[in-house]
């Protein structure tokens, strides 16, 4: 089924390395899982995917639609440690969608 689904296509940028990641809608269960399975990042995502652990932090630029909102855990987490801008996300709070064909992703380090 998801051969016949057009593949979402975006950047990575990793220690100023940019690499362009190709997936379909749904086939991950977020961005986390994604980026670790596919860059094999360590320490990344340690709470598992329910936003507390704040290790997934990204930052975008270009991402449409719903995927913009900031929702569950991840206000409260980006909070605790200070950050207040709309483009700095935790990956894991992001779903692979067509809301991120084209966008960039940043992973940062905290």
């Known amino acids: ?31 986390m899982f994604l980026l670790r399975d596919q860059l094999f990042l360590e320490s990344f995502g340690e709470c598992g995917g329910v936003g507390r652990c704040a290790t997934c ?8 639609g719903n995927s913009n909102l900031k929702e569950r855990n991840e206000p409260a987490t980006l909070s605790k440690l200070g950050i207040t801008e709309d483009d700095i996300r935790l990956s894991c709070q992001i779903y692979i969608t067509n809301d991120l064909e084209g966008c960039e992703i940043e992973i940062l380090e905290f």
């Open 1 to 31: 089924m998801l051969q016949n689904q057009k593949k979402i296509r975006f950047t990575v940028v990793e220690n100023d390395a940019a690499k362009v990641i190709e997936a379909h809608h749904g086939e991950y269960p977020n961005l």
């Open 57 to 64: 932090i990204v930052k975008t630029k270009g991402i449409k």
